[in-house]
């Protein structure tokens, strides 16, 4: 065999290995980067569901609130109606009362008292005759009788003692759900769909208007009823090949669809794949012409050094040239070391990326988090002002009614409905926890003596097998806070003492003054009254202590406890400008510490509305009434009329401008906080006030964050009393 033919197989014995070791290379990261493709797109999809989740659930809640509301739970339809309606997320949305037997008892689709129909379209019944009586349901895709459109319900039970076998639901236009894909601003040509258990197309990304209410394939149904989540093969249904990534909606049993085109997914094979082919083509043609060109000059060499033999055997000069050898060494070792640099980089780049990554993703969600908090808190205090001014009508017609002539047969009745009413008003303040604190329900006190006042209503809570002691060690220093709320905290910490100490045990409450000389538990140096609650019950964990004042969180089985008592207790201590501390072992007791800020004012005396027969005296001069909600406004006109006033009412601050630009000589206002319009009540009240300081003020506060900081400006809390408020007119 010639030298030339011998160089040429040791280059290719060289480079074919490190060919196919390159392909395999290739292939390697190929194959894990498809892995890795198929994980983020299958948590994208998991992720959209959970989108879809999160939209139902809020839905669902609405549902849960309407269903527990006084109104219902007193049988109210008529006013239920009109309360159901103002709650329904969208105008789109249709709020439904059903009997257990399927008939409809409300349509808010429909006027009040016209005839309903008698069947649903929806697969509602068979849902839940197969399951529990106090889930949640989420139907398929139906066709409205009432509405003429596709729409999706959802489905709660109404759990009050006397209804019990009432259903609330919620009529959804399946076009929401077009509007929540959307906006996930997936790829344009990526195929996104949910559809419901059935298979029928809810809402998609493409050609929504041609393909929702179709079914898809047998075969994909299958494959979604086998798993909650996965990856197939499939043909779409406008005939595209693709790849598709699916995830269950937890609530609904729908799912969620992400398909690409296999175009898409095979293409990054296809260029690698060619571009390989062409690189190692060309290498090796190369390659070839590389070793042909060293074989011939390998062979010049050597017939050079024959000619320099011979001209040393005929003793002639040899001028012999080296070949360039040492410079392919150097070359070699330049692109080892190139090598070993470009991969040290590569590596360092990786990490980077990955580190970013990290932070990126730790970013978004304590973004997402604190945007869910905000959300909740928007909710609750829209709730609490809806619920306040639904009080407040009860309220008015209530005292309205005791005002009839002989009312012996009705003033008992009242009275036991006025009660209830101060019930779910202390109900609304627990949802207001959370908020900011209303200024209309603060008051100087002394705690001594509001413990003292409650302290029997928390030895009826308490087992026989616990001693309750209390130590008031000093006449304590007043403090400004909502009594009702403050209560509502004592109790919570002392309920969770007692489910400490099943047992039986000792529960303590010692209350003194204490100066802190420097910052404690986020609090400035200053006076303060120190309340320590301590049990002897079964303590916590560092890992539960860690996640006490979470609302929501409890270790206690289901249905014994909300999660709410601690976090309760931790908003009541905040908005009172104080600290909650807990100190607490595990296996030897808990204690709880309340500081609460000196305040600068006397305490207030307890004040005593006037009851049963007892009228106030009608103030003089003519009241202006400022109230937007239609029930409101008419009930209190009437109410106000009734005692004995002239009444003027508006419906806005607006109107109320208005009548007093016309030249009415008013000699009061009552108004409420939160309107609609230019402006609010407060502003109302500063408009009033620019131009004259001789007409009274009150203003109505249900909810607001609007700091009302009027001297001259009354402010009372909704739902308030007839007397309270013809009180507050009348002085001086």
Not at 101 to 117: A, C, D, F, I, K
Not at 320 to 339: N, W
Not at 408 to 437: N, W, Y
Request: a neutral charge; aromatic letters at 6%.
């Amino acid at each position: 065999m010639r030298f030339r033919s011998q160089l040429l197989l040791l280059v290719l014995s060289v480079l074919i290995p490190a060919f196919l070791a390159s392909a395999w290379g290739v292939w390697y990261v190929y194959s894990d980067e498809q892995k890795s493709q198929e994980k983020n797109l299958l948590e994208t999809a998991r992720s959209f569901a959970t989108v879809v989740d999160n939209d139902l659930r809020i839905r669902e809640a609405t549902l849960r609130t309407l269903a527990n509301s006084t109104v219902l739970e007193q049988g109210d339809i008529r006013e239920f109606y009109q309360f159901a309606k103002s709650m329904a997320p969208t105008p789109e949305s249709t709020i439904i009362l059903r009997h257990a037997s399927g008939r409809q008892l409300m349509n808010t689709r429909r006027p009040y008292g016209e005839v309903l129909p008698l069947k649903s379209a929806s697969n509602l019944a068979e849902l839940r005759s197969a399951s529990s009586p106090t889930d949640t349901v989420v139907s398929d895709l139906f066709a409205s009788q009432v509405a003429k459109r596709l729409d999706f319900a959802i489905q709660v039970p109404v759990k009050h003692n006397v209804h019990s076998n009432r259903y609330l639901e919620m009529g959804v236009n399946v076009s929401e759900l077009q509007s929540i894909l959307m906006r996930q601003r997936f790829p344009s040509n990526w195929i996104t769909t949910i559809v419901d258990r059935r298979g029928v197309v809810l809402a998609r990304s493409h050609d929504p208007e041609q393909f929702v209410g179709k079914t898809i394939s047998k075969r994909t149904q299958q494959i979604l009823s086998s798993s909650r989540n996965g990856i197939y093969y499939s043909v779409t249904l406008d005939e595209i090949p693709v790849k598709a990534y699916y995830s269950r909606v937890p609530i609904s049993e729908w799912n969620v669809l992400i398909s690409i085109p296999e175009s898409e997914v095979r293409q990054t094979a296809v260029e690698a794949a060619s571009i390989l082919a062409a690189s190692s083509i060309f290498l090796l043609a190369i390659a070839v012409v590389a070793a042909s060109w060293l074989a011939s000059r390998a062979i010049r060499t050597i017939e050079d050094l024959g000619a320099a033999a011979e001209r040393m055997a005929g003793n002639e000069e040899v001028v012999y040239k080296p070949q360039g050898i040492q410079e392919l060494d150097a070359v070699a070792r330049r692109m080892s070391d190139a090598s070993a640099r470009i991969r040290q980089a590569t590596q360092e780049l990786e990490l980077r990326v990955a580190e970013a990554s990290i932070k990126a993703e730790r970013a978004e969600r304590a973004l997402q988090q604190s945007q869910k908090l905000e959300a909740l808190g928007r909710l609750t205090g829209g709730i609490a002002h809806e619920f306040n001014n639904v009080l407040q009508t009860i309220s008015s017609a209530v005292q309205l009614a005791k005002l009839v002539p002989k009312p012996e047969h009705v003033v008992p009745l009242m009275e036991t409905c006025i009660k209830a009413v101060d019930r779910a008003t202390a109900l609304t303040s627990q949802l207001s926890a959370f908020g900011r604190a209303q200024e209309a329900k603060l008051s100087t006190v002394l705690l001594n003596q509001q413990i003292e006042e409650f302290k029997g209503l928390v030895s009826g809570i308490l087992p026989s097998n616990i001693d309750f002691k209390i130590r008031f060690s000093e006449v304590s220093w007043p403090v400004t806070v909502d009594t009702l709320q403050f209560e509502l905290a004592f109790l919570n910490i002392v309920i969770n003492a007692r489910d400490a100490m099943p047992n039986g045990g000792t529960l303590s409450v010692e209350t003194c003054n204490r100066h802190l000389n420097e910052p404690y538990q986020g609090l400035p140096a200053g006076d303060y009254v120190c309340i320590q609650i301590t049990d002897t019950g079964s303590g916590m964990s560092a890992e539960v202590m860690a996640k006490a004042f979470e609302p929501f969180f409890t270790t206690k089985p289901v249905g014994k406890g909300t999660g709410l008592g601690l976090a309760q207790a931790y908003g009541f201590a905040r908005q009172s400008h104080g600290a909650l501390a807990l100190h607490s072992v595990e296996g030897q007791g808990t204690m709880v510490e309340f500081y609460l800020p000196r305040a600068a004012g006397q305490p207030m005396q307890a004040h005593h509305a006037r009851e049963n027969d007892e009228r106030m005296s009608t103030p003089a001069g003519t009241l202006l009434f400022v109230e937007d909600d239609p029930l409101v406004r008419e009930t209190m006109v009437r109410a106000l009329t009734n005692a004995g006033m002239d009444v003027i009412a508006a419906a806005n601050a607006d109107e109320a401008l208005d009548i007093l630009e016309s030249g009415v000589k008013v000699h009061s206002v009552l108004s409420d906080v939160m309107m609609p319009g230019k402006i609010n009540g407060v502003g109302l009240a500063k408009a009033i006030l620019a131009k004259s300081n001789a007409i009274r003020i009150i203003l109505a506060s249900g909810y607001s964050d609007t700091r009302v900081d009027l001297p001259e400006v009354r402010v009372i809390a909704k739902p308030y009393r007839l007397n309270d408020v013809l009180s507050m007119l009348g002085e001086k």
